[in-house]
C-alpha cells in the first residue's frame, strides 16, 4: 500500500510519486480551499498539502498518494526530519474514520497513566512509545546474538511448574485435572536451568518470562523479562565474562559506544562506601567512617557503634526546612536522629557543635576534607542501620535523574551467603538456596558462623538499579542438603519441593554456574527512562491492575467449580 515511511522522506526524495499510509496527527486550515495535514506514522511525521475541502479529522487512517516537494524557505521546520520537504496530494483514501483521541498525542501533555493504559493502543502511536518499543527490540537482538555468539543455546522452559524459590509469593494456577492442586508460574528458570546442565546442555540461554507477586515499583512488574542463562565447567570469571559481552553489546547497539570494562566492587565495600549492595556511583558523595574519631565521646548521641557521614561540597546553603524534612526522612528509614553541620570560616557550625570537644572537630575537618561551604551529614547507630540510612540520604540528595551522568555498570561480588533470619529464626539465603559457599568459608558454616559465611554470588549494578543477580551453584548432593538444613528446610519437606533436583545430582551432575538480568530494567536505561512501565507495550499500573482488560477479574461459577474451587466473601 506504501512506497514510503512518513518519517523517511527527505530532500533527495524532490520529485518522487509516493504512497503514504498513517494518523491524521494535526490538521490546519489554509483558507477555505487548503488544509496541511501531519500524517504521522511508525517512523514519524510528514506535512501533507491538501487541496479541497475534506473531512478528515485527528486519528483518521489515509492513505495519500501524492509528489514530494521542496518547502519554500520560509516554511521550513527545522525541529523536525522531514522539515525541509511536503507532500503536496493528489489523491487522499480514508482507510479508517476516528473518534477524537482520548487524549493529546502530543508528547508535551503529561497524561493519567491509567488513562493512557486503558487506551494503550493509542497511547502505542506516540513518538516516545515507538521509540522504546525500537529500543526494546534491538536490546533483544543485540544480547541475543551476543549470547549465540559466545556458544550458548536458547531453551525454553515451561510456565507451569512446582514452585521455584527466589523470595517472592508464587502466582499459582489451579489445575482442572486435579482439583486442590495447583501449578505455579516460574519465579525464574532456575531449576530447569540447572537441570539444563545436567543434561549436558552446557551454555543455556533464554529471554524469559519471570512472574513474581510482589508490591509494584517502578523498577517491578508482576511478570518480567529476564536474560537467563547458565554455563558448565565454568567459574565466577567466566559468567561475568559472559554477561559483561551481552550488556555492553547491548549498550552499543542503542548508544553507538561500546562502554569500557565493568568495574567491581565486594559487596562489604559497597556497604560500607555506599550504604547499598546496589551503588549508584554516577556521583560521589561517599559514606566517609568517623567511628574512631568519637571512641570517648561525651555527646550522648554519639555513643554509638558506629558513625559515618558524608560531606554535601557547596552544600551549607541548605534551607532549615529541607534539613528538617532530611532529618525526618532519616528517622522514617530508621536512625535515630541526623546531625549536621555547615562549614563556615573553617569553623563546624551546627547545634551540636557546642558538646563536641576541639580534638573531636579538628579530627572530623582532617578525615572528611573539608572545605568552606560544605554540608556534613551524620548518623550514629548501629553498623548496619548507619549505612542503611546515610545510603539512603545519599540518593536522596544526590542522585541525578536517569538521563544525567552516563551509564555507570558495576559488578558486586563476594556477597554473603544468609541475609537475617525469617520469623522462625531460620537464615535466609541471600541469592537463593543453590548458591554454592566461598569456599574459604565452609567450615564457618559447619562452626555455624552463618552470617560471616561469603557466597559465589554476584549482581550486575546500572545507575543503582539492580539489574541482575547469579551465582555459583552448589552441584553436589551433601552440600545442597547441609544448605536445606541450614535454612531450616528439613530433609522430607527437601526431597518434597526439590527432590528431583536432589535425585538429578546422582546422576553426574557438572560443576555449573549462571545469572540473570532484567530487560525491562536495562531497556528502560537505555531508553532514557526512570520508570520500566514506559519500556513494556502492555504493563500493569502499580497496583497490578490492566486497565484495558480489566484483569483481574472474577471468574464465573461454572468455571470455579471446574476446579474444585470456592471464594471466601472478602475480609471486613
Ligand atoms: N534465578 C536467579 C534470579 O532470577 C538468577 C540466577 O541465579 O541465575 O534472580
Not at 77 to 83: F, M
Not at 101 to 129: C, K
Not at 446 to 456: A, F, I, M, N, T
Request: with cysteine.
Amino acid at each position: 500500500m506504501r512506497t514510503d515511511r512518513c518519517g523517511d522522506l527527505r530532500l533527495t526524495d524532490e520529485g518522487r510519486s509516493v504512497s503514504l499510509c498513517g494518523w491524521v496527527s494535526r490538521r490546519r486550515e489554509h483558507g477555505e480551499h487548503l488544509a496541511f495535514i501531519d500524517l504521522r506514522d511508525r517512523s514519524g511525521i510528514v506535512q501533507v498539502v491538501v487541496d479541497g475541502a475534506q473531512d478528515l479529522r485527528a486519528e483518521y487512517v489515509l492513505q495519500i498518494k501524492g509528489e514530494v516537494r521542496q518547502r519554500p524557505d520560509e516554511t521550513t521546520n527545522t525541529s523536525i526530519k522531514t522539515g525541509e520537504i511536503e507532500v503536496q496530494a493528489q489523491e487522499v483514501i480514508v482507510l479508517s474514520e476516528a473518534e477524537p483521541p482520548p487524549f493529546p498525542l502530543d508528547e508535551r501533555t503529561e497524561i493519567d497513566e491509567v488513562l493512557r493504559l486503558r487506551h494503550r493502543y493509542v497511547d502505542l502511536r506516540r513518538e516516545r512509545m515507538q521509540k522504546n518499543l525500537t529500543i526494546r527490540s534491538k536490546v533483544n537482538s543485540a544480547i541475543r546474538q551476543a549470547m549465540e555468539e559466545q556458544g550458548f543455546v536458547e531453551v525454553e522452559t515451561p510456565m507451569l511448574i512446582a514452585s521455584t524459590p527466589e523470595g517472592a509469593r508464587d502466582f499459582v494456577v489451579p489445575s482442572r485435572k486435579e482439583p486442590g492442586s495447583f501449578y505455579a508460574l516460574p519465579q525464574s528458570p532456575q531449576i530447569f536451568k540447572q537441570l539444563c546442565m545436567v543434561g549436558g546442555v552446557d551454555r543455556y540461554y533464554q529471554i524469559a518470562r519471570c512472574l513474581r507477586d510482589e508490591d509494584l515499583r517502578a523498577d517491578r512488574q508482576f511478570e518480567f523479562m529476564q536474560l537467563d542463562a547458565e554455563a558448565s565447567f565454568v567459574t565466577q570469571e567466566d559468567v561475568l565474562a559472559f554477561i559483561s559481552y551481552a550488556v555492553l553489546s547491548a549498550t552499543e547497539a542503542i548508544t553507538g559506544e561500546r562502554p569500557s570494562e565493568i568495574p567491581r566492587m565486594s559487596w562489604q565495600e559497597a556497604q560500607e562506601r555506599f550504604g547499598s549492595d546496589k551503588p549508584d556511583i554516577r556521583f560521589g558523595l561517599e559514606l566517609v567512617e568517623l567511628t574512631d574519631i568519637f571512641t570517648s565521646t561525651e555527646f550522648r548521641a554519639f555513643e554509638a557503634p558506629c558513625i559515618k557521614g558524608i560531606r554535601v561540597p557547596k552544600g551549607s546553603d541548605i534551607s532549615r526546612n529541607r534539613l528538617d524534612d532530611l532529618t525526618e526522612k532519616c528517622k522514617q528509614w530508621g536512625a535515630k536522629g541526623l546531625v549536621w553541620m555547615k562549614v563556615e570560616n573553617g569553623e563546624l557550625n551546627s547545634p551540636v557543635s557546642k558538646f563536641l570537644s576541639e580534638e573531636e572537630k579538628s579530627a572530623l575537618k582532617e578525615t572528611l576534607l573539608v572545605e568552606d561551604g560544605d554540608l556534613l551529614l551524620l548518623v550514629a547507630d548501629e553498623r548496619d542501620m548507619v549505612r542503611h540510612v546515610l545510603g539512603l540520604l545519599r540518593l536522596e540528595i544526590g542522585r541525578p535523574p536517569v538521563t544525567e551522568g552516563g551509564l555507570s555498570f558495576l559488578w558486586v561480588v563476594d556477597f554473603p551467603l544468609f541475609e537475617g533470619v525469617d520469623e522462625e529464626g531460620n537464615p535466609q539465603p541471600a541469592h537463593h538456596p543453590f548458591t554454592m559457599p566461598h569456599e574459604e568459608d565452609i567450615d564457618k558454616l559447619e562452626k555455624g558462623d552463618l552470617l560471616g559465611v561469603r557466597s559465589q554470588a554476584y549482581d550486575l549494578v546500572l545507575n543503582g538499579w539492580e539489574l541482575g543477580s547469579g551465582s555459583v551453584r552448589i552441584h553436589k548432593r551433601e552440600i545442597q542438603e547441609m544448605i536445606f538444613q541450614v535454612l531450616g528446610i528439613e530433609s522430607e519437606e527437601a526431597q518434597e519441593k526439590f527432590g528431583f533436583l536432589l535425585d538429578a545430582f546422582r546422576y553426574g551432575a557438572p560443576p555449573h554456574a549462571g545469572f540473570a538480568f532484567g530487560m525491562d530494567r536495562l531497556t528502560a536505561i537505555l531508553a532514557g527512562e526512570e520508570n520500566i512501565r514506559e519500556v513494556i507495550a502492555y504493563p500493569k499500573t502499580q497496583s497490578g491492575a490492566d486497565p484495558l482488560t480489566s484483569a483481574p477479574n472474577p471468574i464465573d461459577d461454572k468455571h470455579l467449580n471446574e476446579l474444585g474451587l470456592r471464594v471466601l466473601p472478602p475480609k471486613q
